[in-house]
């Protein structure tokens, strides 16, 4: 009966579970999928980062490397972000920031040779980097910057960004690429100025498929214009934005001069392998020949010149059409992305596929809520600032009272009974530099009061209308980024 007891106690306490090999199996793998999904492959919906590129943004933030701050050597960044923010080894930390300086709309401004469609970076001990106008403007925005979520790092002996402040919906101005465990997300990029017009037309109604496929237009890291002139194509352009899964036909940007029988080609669709389609164009028979022109200094511009042989002008005309249709490609794009939301200092993330319109109309919900929370944020620091002009009017008011009660046995209780203060108030007074405030200008902090009401009157009419202020900011943002 003894050993009984015992053995049961035994086992309760070791809480032995019985597990087969095929239920571990199962759950340790959508452990491993889940991590991947949210923590590697796929993009946040709010600011379109994957955690190491937002680390990496972060990291250049915290080290105050602003647009206006010097560029400095790539590997310093590497390796601060590496001790800081991901300790993952050094290539995915590098790969992550030559992807955000290579972007169209990129938050990273690289100097030297960051790569093009021919060329790989240089190392990172001989190239140079700083945030951009761009990230300064949308991502680290001062106003907003000081109620960016923050999270403990890897160690937690430090913090990171849970998702960065976006002004703009950078998923949709620079695109996505992921491959997750049975997912994949391929999100084209699309020009500033549509984008803008959408966000604000999603102020103030539901962003549909139609108003994407009106507005949005392709803008890829290195040219190619969506092919939209034929009703197939146009239909297959607005079914991808009806259902976030779509094959759209990219063509190259090209000029052509008949006089010397030349396709100068200056835009490229994606996942053109441009050596191999140059070989096979100069077996076509019908080209003298191919000039290649490579800037890899943070331009990513590639120009190639392709010279047709003589013949007649019909001939000539059928040659430049079978060129320009081998350098066309069909791009397969889908919309997954995470959705992180940080509620009462916890972060959640789920994943969630859909549309360009959800994106928009998601990302407009949180944009909403980022302005109120930074509107509140500002109007009690103005609150505060005006306390303290306040109480400084009243100490040069009151000078040569405050002087009388400093030599008092109990200074704080002596001038709380002088002025009619309470004990609270007079400990600030007594915290002011008492002997400068003769040398103060009253007129000023009066006229620095008066503007500080002003101030705090404006903001708190848009804390009531939000998102016309966000409408406005928009057009002001559109215009110092042109």
């Known amino acids: 009966m003894g050993q ?9 306490y070791m809480r032995i579970d019985v597990e087969t090999i095929s239920e571990y199996a199962h759950s340790a793998m959508l452990r491993y999928a889940t991590t991947v999904i949210e923590d590697r492959a796929l993009p946040d919906l709010y600011d379109g980062l994957k955690p190491v590129q937002r680390r990496n943004l972060y990291g250049m933030y915290a080290m105050g490397l602003n647009s206006k701050h010097e560029p400095v050597k790539a590997a310093r960044v590497v390796g601060n972000v590496m001790g800081l923010y991901h300790p993952h080894g050094d290539s995915s930390i590098f790969s992550g920031l030559v992807t955000l300086a290579n972007q169209p709309t990129n938050p ?29 403007l949308t991502m680290f925005n001062p106003a907003y910057t000081p109620v960016m979520d923050l999270i403990p790092n890897y160690d937690e002996k430090d913090e990171e960004a849970a ?36 966000v604000q037309l999603g102020l103030h109604s539901t962003i549909t498929a139609l108003d994407c496929a009106k507005n949005l237009a392709l803008n890829l890291t290195y040219g190619g214009y969506a092919y939209l002139e034929e009703k197939e194509y146009k239909t297959e352009w607005l079914n991808f934005f009806k259902t976030g899964i779509g094959s759209i036909c990219i063509c190259p940007e090209h000029r052509y ?41 943070s331009t990513d511009k590639c120009t190639v010149d392709i010279v047709l042989s003589s013949a007649a002008k019909d001939v ?14 069909t791009s397969h794009f889908k919309t997954n992305v995470t959705v992180r939301d940080f509620v009462d200092g916890v972060l959640t993330t789920k994943f969630k596929a859909t549309t360009v319109p959800d994106i928009l109309n998601e990302w407009v919900i ?9 509107l509140q944020y500002a109007i009690q620091q103005i609150k505060d600032k005006i306390e303290r002009v306040e109480l400084l009017i009243y100490a040069v008011d009151n000078r040569k009272v405050i002087l009388s009660c400093l030599d008092a046995a109990d ?51 848009w804390l009531k209308k939000p998102k016309d202020k966000i409408f406005a900011d928009l057009g002001s943002i559109q215009d110092q980024l042109v």
């Not at 093009?116 to 106008?133: E, F, Q, V, W």
């Not at 100069?282 to 800037?295: A, F, M, P």
């Not at 002088?418 to 007079?426: D, K, P």
């Open 4 to 12: 009984a007891k015992q053995r049961g106690s035994f086992e309760a």
């Open 108 to 136: 990273v401004r690289g100097v030297g040779n960051w790569g093009s469609m021919t060329a790989d970076p240089g190392a990172m001990r001989y190239i140079n980097c700083h945030l951009s106008k761009y990230a300064d």
């Open 163 to 198: 998702v960065l402040p976006c002004l703009l919906p950078n998923l949709l101005l620079n695109g996505a690429f992921g491959v997750a465990v049975a997912t994949t997300c391929n999100i084209p990029s699309f020009k500033l100025d549509g984008v803008i017009k959408l």
């Open 257 to 297: 001069d008949a006089k010397t029988r030349t396709i100068q080609v200056f835009g490229f669709p994606p996942g053109l392998n441009l050596t191999n389609v140059m070989g096979t164009i100069l077996d076509l028979g019908t080209v003298d020949r191919v000039y290649e022109s490579t800037d890899v200094n």
């Open 316 to 329: 000539l005309e059928a040659n430049k059409t079978e060129v320009l249709e081998l350098l066309e490609r």
């Open 366 to 374: 949180r944009r909403v809520a980022l302005e109120v929370k930074a």
């Open 411 to 461: 200074v704080d209780l002596a001038l709380s009974k002088a002025l009619g203060v309470s004990l609270e108030v007079a400990k600030q007074i007594l915290d002011l530099q008492i002997r400068r405030l003769s040398t103060m200008d009253k007129t000023k902090l009066v006229a620095q009061l008066k503007g500080l009401n002003s101030e705090l009157k404006q903001h708190q009419i």
